[in-house]
Nanobody
Framework: QVQLVESGGGLVQPGGSLRLSCAASGFTLDYYEIGWFRQAPGKEREGVSCIQNSIGSTYYADSVEGRFTISQDNAKNTVYLQMNSLKPEDTAVYYC??????????????????WGKGTLVTVSS
C-alpha cells in the first residue's frame, strides 16, 4: 500500500526554522519524484518545491527560493524540506506528494498520484 506521511510541523516564531519530513512506504523513491505543496486558510493549494532525484534537479517557488531546501535520503525513503527564515505568510498545511513527474511544462504538477495527509506549520509570534 502506497503511503506518504508528513511530520515536523508545528508552531515557530518568525525567523525560525523547521524541517519537514515525508516518509514514503509501499514504493521506492528511485522511480518517483516528490513535491511539497501547501495550502493556507482561504487560499488555493500551491506548489512549494520538488525534487527530481534521477536528474539531480530541484525546483522552488519564488516565495521560498533561498529560504527552503529540499533533499532526499533514498536509504530512508524520505524527503525533507528544510525551512529557514520563516515568515507568517508561510503558515499553511504542508503536503508531500509523489508522481513520476513533479514538474511539468514549467509548473509543479498539481495532479500528483499520491498525497500525504499534511502537517500544519504555523509561523507566529
Amino acid at each position: 500500500q502506497v503511503q506518504l506521511v508528513e511530520s515536523g510541523g508545528g508552531l515557530v516564531q518568525p525567523g525560525g526554522s523547521l524541517r519537514l519530513s515525508c516518509a514514503a512506504s509501499g514504493f521506492t523513491l528511485d522511480y518517483y519524484e516528490i513535491g511539497w505543496f501547501r495550502q493556507a486558510p482561504g487560499k488555493e493549494r500551491e506548489g512549494v518545491s520538488c525534487i527530481q532525484n534521477s536528474i539531480g534537479s530541484t525546483y522552488y517557488a519564488d516565495s521560498v527560493e533561498g529560504r527552503f531546501t529540499i533533499s532526499q535520503d533514498n536509504a530512508k525513503n524520505t524527503v525533507y524540506l528544510q525551512m529557514n527564515s520563516l515568515k507568517p505568510e508561510d503558515t499553511a498545511v504542508y503536503y508531500c506528494a509523489a508522481d513520476r513527474h513533479c514538474y511539468v511544462d514549467g509548473n509543479m504538477n498539481d495532479g500528483m498520484d499520491y498525497w500525504g495527509k499534511g502537517t500544519l506549520v504555523t509561523v507566529s509570534s
